[in-house]
């Protein structure tokens, strides 16, 4: 099996090299990263200007890694079509702080493994708590077994993974609401300066991605490229069926 993993934390992340390192096990791994953090940048590609591409050093002769001076989405494009190679897996992360409810629209994180998609490949997007990359990193043999239990992979071809720095199990969520909210502070000369604050509130029901991390289980979306609400599609679809007279 070959390989592709690649994040929005750039090559700078710490946990790139013990992550591919453990996807070793499944075969030939290649590192496609951006060159610098591309966090918030969703599912966005440049089609106007030329990048950067370069093969770098990497602390495993076994593979061979590359940095995009673009968005993560780019750094799939780049690895399939730029390079040429073909890939039967792909994964995104470890991201450095969650991905959970709406705000999976903003990740970098998510839009490479949506851009994966695409080309019909199955992926993956990991994502832990700030300060949790020795948690995730422990973790992961336990989710490894957990999808092959449940024949995961044949359900679905895309999982956004959740990991809380102290777990207490896995389970099955689907997408929550906001999980970040934004302030705007204002530097002056015209110019604000975004951030962002914690807005996720704990519930009992565990099958929402938000309170199922917040109450300490690793959640596991089973998510689609295809936003089209099916269920009012086939029932305006009839309308397709009327021939005017």
């Not at 073909?86 to 709406?102: A, E, M, P, Q």
């Not at 490949?121 to 020795?134: C, H, K, Q, Y």
């Not at 449940?150 to 906001?178: A, E, F, Q, V």
């Not at 934004?182 to 300066?193: A, K, R, S, T, W």
């Amino acid at each position: 099996m070959k390989i592709l993993i690649t994040n929005d934390d750039s090559i700078s992340s710490e946990v790139l090299l013990p992550l591919a390192k453990w996807a070793k096990q499944f075969g030939e791994v290649t590192v496609v990263v951006p060159k610098y953090e591309q966090s918030g940048k969703s599912h966005c590609i440049e089609i106007r200007k030329a990048f950067e591409v370069k093969q770098v050093p990497f602390d495993d002769p076994d593979i061979k890694a590359y940095t995009v001076d673009s968005s993560p989405a780019d750094c799939i494009r780049f690895a399939l079509e730029g390079m040429q190679t073909t890939f039967d897996f792909v994964i995104s992360g470890i991201n450095r702080g969650l991905n959970l409810g709406i705000d999976v629209l903003y990740s970098g994180t998510l839009g490479a493994m949506f851009e994966a998609s695409t080309f019909g490949l199955p992926a993956v997007a990991l994502s832990t708590e700030t300060g949790g990359f020795d948690a995730a990193m422990e973790a992961l043999e336990e989710i490894k077994e957990y999808f092959i239990r449940h024949d995961l992979m044949k359900k679905n071809s895309l999982y956004n993974i959740n990991i809380p720095i102290r777990h207490k199990g896995i389970r099955i969520t689907r997408m929550g609401d906001r999980y970040y909210a934004d302030e705007f502070l204002p530097q002056g000369n015209d110019m604000y300066l975004p951030t962002y604050k914690n807005i996720g509130t704990e519930s009992d029901d565990y099958s929402i991605d938000t309170n199922a991390t917040l109450s300490g289980y690793i959640s596991v979306s089973p998510l689609t490229l295809n936003r089209t609400n099916m269920t009012v599609f086939e029932e305006l679809n009839k309308f397709n069926n009327i021939t005017n007279k």
